[in-house]
Nanobody, 123 residues
Framework: VQLQASGGGLVQAGGSLRLSCTASGRTFSSYAMGWFRQAPGKEREFVGGISKNGVTKYYADSVKGRFTISRDNAQMTVWLQMNSLKPEDTAVYYC?????????????????WGRGTQVTVSS
């Protein structure tokens, strides 16, 4: 599976962005998907995950209520809608795919990673 994230950019605090991650290759619906982010000088952190059928979702406390994950298996795409953005959301955002939804918040265990997209939130 090849993953391509897009949609990043520069936005003012309080604004919104929607990130997309499009897959190609193997069956997208066979994978649970996760979004992670990494700010300069910090470790990669979990943002949110979604099950293979899109029914179950899990979010980091830091983004709960502001970010929403969705997917469309026919389009082989997963989205991360980010609202009420804060400067501390500034990071490179990555999408990733794993065979099992269990432990979706753990970076180890993901089979495929996309190249990141930069999100910068100005104050």
């Amino acid at each position: 599976v090849q993953l391509q994230a897009s949609g990043g950019g520069l936005v003012q605090a309080g604004g919104s962005l929607r990130l997309s991650c499009t897959a190609s290759g193997r069956t997208f619906s066979s994978y649970a998907m996760g979004w992670f982010r990494q700010a300069p000088g910090k470790e990669r952190e979990f943002v949110g995950g979604i099950s293979k059928n899109g029914v179950t979702k899990y979010y980091a406390d830091s983004v709960k209520g502001r970010f929403t994950i969705s997917r469309d298996n026919a389009q082989m795409t997963v989205w991360l809608q980010m609202n009420s953005l804060k400067p501390e959301d500034t990071a490179v955002y990555y999408c990733a795919a794993r065979l099992y939804y269990r432990d979706v918040e753990v970076p180890v265990g993901y089979n495929y990673w996309g190249r990141g997209t930069q999100v910068t939130v100005s104050s």
